[in-house]
């Protein structure tokens, strides 16, 4: 079973960017739709982007034109550009196949922007 690990999240300024990147432990060539979601304090987890395994990709409104999300197939990794981060994209940061699967979610990264 593949395991997922996010990794990239920090403090950073409103404005500021961050990279975040998802490791599979296994292969992730045959998944089709990987993803991104975040879960902000006492709110729903939500996916902010997707990626198809031929590189289709979905955003958000909310992030639509500050994030892009990549993958790479031969590392095994899906990546999240996040550019002009403002106070509201504070949040654990996950990634999960779409739609999610229960047993894949990891221990998330922590985003937190804030002057």
């Known amino acids: 079973q593949v395991q997922l690990v996010e990794s990239g999240g920090g403090l950073v300024k409103p404005g500021g960017s961050l990279r975040l990147s998802c490791t599979a432990s296994?292969?992730?060539?045959?998944?089709?739709?990987m993803g991104w979601f975040r879960q902000a304090p006492g709110k729903q987890r939500e996916l902010v982007a997707s990626?198809?395994?031929?590189?289709?990709?979905n955003y958000a409104d909310s992030v639509k034109g500050r994030f892009t999300i990549s993958r790479d197939n031969t590392k095994n990794t899906v990546y999240l550009q996040m550019n002009s981060l403002k106070p509201e994209d504070t949040a654990v940061y996950y990634c999960?196949?779409?739609?999610?699967?229960?047993?894949?979610w990891g221990q998330g990264t922590q985003v937190t922007v804030s002057s």
């Open positions: 999960n196949t779409v739609p999610w699967n229960p047993p894949y």
């Open positions: 296994g292969s992730i060539f045959s998944i089709n739709g």
């Open positions: 990626i198809t395994r031929t590189g289709r990709t």
